[in-house]
């Protein structure tokens, strides 16, 4: 199994600032992942992380907006930009080995905007 | 896109029953995956499944990967006040660095 830790784990921000947030797996993992969950809900898909090239963004989400770094094989940070009450929610960060593989999940960052 | 019909979509139970929930799809995936999340917490992986008919158990949790790989179950039984929380069915439709396909979930409340 992967253990993930997310930094921070909750942040309240001003409209109109930007915040990164930091994940890191014990283990080198193949992919990572940022979703993101209004509380209750259920998961939605922001992009994958590449390691040494640009994230897959899912629809809805670009690059400008949520721009995603992976440096190595254990790190990953996703950047809330520009961010508007409508970004209030839990970000969660996810890994997996490969395809056909278990995938884990981060305990989430809370982000509440102002 | 894809998606993945959970249900049901909410269960009230008295402790000690057991508890049944599944996730249906028009499409065939070749891996399930049954996570539980409680509050202020994210997913944990509770069973994996990667063969159509797998039946997998992990403490008084069972979960089958259907054998028209469309379908999972997941049963809990004789539920505790600690079961409490959202369960969420996840697919991965190819073997490929495909991403999960997650239904809306199941929040189970645990009447003692």
């Known amino acids: 199994s992967a253990v993930i830790s997310q930094k921070p784990s909750r942040d309240i921000c001003q409209r109109g600032t930007s915040l990164t947030i930091q994940c890191q797996v014990d283990s080198q993992v193949t992919m990572m992942f940022w979703y993101r969950q209004q509380p209750g809900q259920s998961l939605t898909l922001i992009a994958t992380a590449n390691q040494g090239s640009e994230a897959t963004y899912e629809s809805g989400f670009v690059i400008d907006k949520f721009p995603i770094s992976r440096p190595n094989l254990t790190f990953s940070t996703l950047t809330v930009s520009n961010m508007s009450p409508e970004d209030s929610s839990i970000y969660l960060c996810?890994?997996?080995?490969?395809?056909?593989?278990?995938?884990?999940f981060g305990p989430g960052t809370r982000l509440t905007v102002t | 896109g894809q998606q993945l019909n959970q249900s049901p979509q909410s269960m009230f139970i008295q402790e000690g029953e057991d508890v049944s929930m599944n996730c249906t799809s028009s499409s065939i995936f070749n891996t399930w995956l049954w996570y539980k999340q409680e509050p202020g917490e994210g997913p944990v992986l509770l069973i994996a499944l990667y063969k159509a008919g797998e039946l997998t158990s992990n403490g008084r949790l069972t979960a089958q990967f259907g054998i028209t790989r469309k379908d999972s179950f997941l049963n809990i039984s004789a539920s505790i006040p600690s079961d409490v929380g959202i369960y969420f069915c996840?697919?991965?439709?190819?073997?490929?660095?495909?991403?999960?396909?997650f239904g809306k979930g199941t929040r189970l409340s645990v009447i003692a």
């Open positions: 996810s890994a997996r080995q490969g395809g056909g593989y278990e995938q884990y």
């Open positions: 996840a697919g991965q439709l190819s073997f490929g660095n495909t991403p999960l396909v």
